[in-house]
């Protein structure tokens, strides 16, 4: 019993019981936008892979289902086009689905819900690994896993994102192995953290700031070293690991000639430039304002979690400068920066997080969907958050933080409840109800498995139109394949359609273009608000 009521044991409670939440829970989610270009794309490389092998009946089970997936979904890009897309997900769901040749769309979806679920909470773990190694307080550890995994707009998208959330979670795991590598600098570590590098990067590209940040602190190492063989050749066994890695587990690293390879990051910036409403504007994605990710962190991160970060940010970013400001050598002394691997460890994440925003602000990168393409910023914010709390908790104001942040964590598991399962269109109060609709809302297109459900409580064959660029017909995913007979989608032709669906996201402006315009013969039969949040609507033919 004493073992149990121990401190040690209190994350396995947490993570048993958000386990059990999960299972209980992940089925309520809808299909996002991309996971059916995901699954296509892990398909895609699976049978070049496979084609590799003589596992004859493998071959034929994948190369089966990839036809099925073009036939079904006509309308995704060719993975030619953006074969840069990470496999490290999406191969092995692939695999696993053609092992056991998993027929039902609703299981196989749901089984990669179901993992992505089960790999963040791997990552929340490994975040509450780094603040007890990090701060020695597992209070503090505690505290921070609970905001890492209960942001809303986090969790919201942690039972069917698998593109953003997950590399949200190899980030986290990847600077974990950074730490165990601080902490005990053996050369297995050092692998290890340069696997996970390699891994990172597949898994969107601006990972190579972690490399680039670790090769800035080796600088400064090698600068200052009294055996600088020993520094350079754990260069040497950084890189050449992180290069072989990458390569052995990237095919599209495979299929580049000279020409691409010469141009490589050419193909990650490209942008189908459609029009984005933000601010209660319409902008062409490529010329988005500066202000769009940080109003889009601002209006939909927990308040509390916002002035936490700020604080702790404002810390410790004067902590370095002062000591900048104090070299007291012509060349810099590496003692004059961290006097700690902990405080080097925290010097790392800054010039990480300093990286992305200098990268941000120095290419403007065609946006859309808010800011989920950025959701891996929830590792810095979090981190920032216990860094301050950190600070406070050994102050004279524990008592008075403690005090506050119990009824804060309370709320926020509140919103969680009320916007379920629909956290990933969440605003905090900073901004009013009728300022809500001055933003898309849901870009992930969820609601289009609800909004399906709604209509099918109708009779008969049922003809639905779209008015929203989202593929309303893959959606059927996750319908029972029984009710697939009745549903009829005719796309923006409203005139066959017996109903109307609208979550509000556009691709054109419709100020000037009506595309999207319903019908005067429509009515509106379903609306789906939550705290004054709109995320859908459906119109009826009168």
């Known amino acids: 019993m004493k073992k149990l009521k121990s401190k040690n044991n209190y994350i396995y409670i947490l993570l048993f019981f958000i386990s059990i939440i999960g299972v209980y829970t992940y089925q309520d989610y809808g299909v996002g936008i991309e996971e059916h270009f995901q699954r296509k794309s892990g398909f895609y490389w699976l049978n070049f892979l496979l084609s590799y092998t003589d596992f004859e ?7 089966i289902k990839l036809e099925e997936i073009k036939l079904f979904s006509p309308r995704l890009y060719p993975i030619e086009q953006l074969g ?27 089984f990669r819900h179901i993992l992505i679920f089960f790999i963040f909470l791997l990552s ?5 690994k780094i603040i ?16 890492y995994v209960f942001s809303p707009r986090i969790y919201g998208n942690i039972f069917f994102d698998n593109k953003d959330i997950f590399f949200l979670s190899i980030f986290t795991i990847n600077v974990f192995f950074f730490l165990k590598y601080l902490k005990k600098k053996n050369y297995l570590n050092l692998i290890f953290f340069s696997c996970l590098c390699a891994l990172s990067t597949s898994s969107r590209i601006i990972a190579l700031l972690i490399p680039i940040a670790f090769l800035i602190i080796l600088v400064i190492e090698i600068a200052n070293s009294k055996n600088i063989k020993i520094q350079f050749f754990r260069f040497l066994i950084f890189f050449i690991t992180f290069f072989i890695v990458l390569i052995i587990h990237w095919p599209y690293l495979w299929t580049l000639n000279w020409n691409q390879m010469l141009n490589f990051f050419q193909p990650f910036f490209y942008a189908m430039n459609p029009w984005v409403f933000f601010n209660g504007e319409f902008y062409q994605s490529k010329y988005l304002p500066y202000s769009y990710i940080p109003i889009w962190i601002i209006i939909t991160t927990p308040i509390y979690i916002l002035l936490f970060f700020i604080f702790g940010f404002y810390k410790h970013t004067k902590r370095v400068f002062t000591r900048f400001l104090n070299i007291r050598e012509n060349l810099i002394n590496q003692h004059d920066i961290w006097r700690s691997s902990n405080e080097k460890f925290d010097l790392f994440l800054l010039i990480n997080f300093l990286l992305v925003v200098l990268l941000y602000i120095s290419i403007n990168p065609a946006l859309l969907s808010g800011w989920r393409h950025f959701y891996y910023l929830n ?9 301050f709390l950190y600070i406070i908790l050994f102050s004279s104001k524990k008592k008075l933080i403690l005090s506050i942040l119990v009824p804060l964590s309370l709320f926020t598991t509140y919103e969680n409840y009320k916007y379920h399962p629909f956290q990933s269109v969440y605003f905090n109060n900073l901004i009013t109800k009728k300022y809500k609709k001055s933003f898309e809302i849901d870009t992930q297109s969820l609601s289009r498995v609800h909004a399906i459900k709604e209509i099918l409580k109708e ?44 979550n509000f996201y556009y691709e054109v402006n419709i100020n000037y273009n009506k595309k999207y315009e319903i019908p005067e013969n429509f009515s509106l039969y379903k609306t789906l608000v939550i705290d004054g949040t709109r995320i859908y609507s459906i119109y009826k033919k009168i």
């Open 57 to 63: 009946t493998l071959k034929h089970t994948a190369f």
């Open 84 to 110: 840069f897309y990470g496999v490290l997900f999406d191969v092995p769901t692939a695999f696993i689905e053609t092992f056991f040749n998993i027929q039902n769309p609703n299981d196989y979806f749901y």
């Open 124 to 128: 929340g773990f490994c975040f509450y």
């Open 132 to 147: 007890v190694s990090r701060f020695k307080n597992i209070n503090l550890a505690l505290i921070g896993f609970i905001f």
């Open 379 to 387: 590792f810095f914010m979090i981190y920032y958050c216990c860094y």
């Open 459 to 502: 009779d008969g064959k049922l003809n639905i139109a779209t008015a929203s660029w989202t593929p309303l017909e893959n959606a059927r995913s996750l319908i029972p394949i029984s009710e697939w007979d009745r549903l009829i989608f005719v796309g923006t032709e409203y005139d066959k359609a017996d109903f109307i669906y609208s």
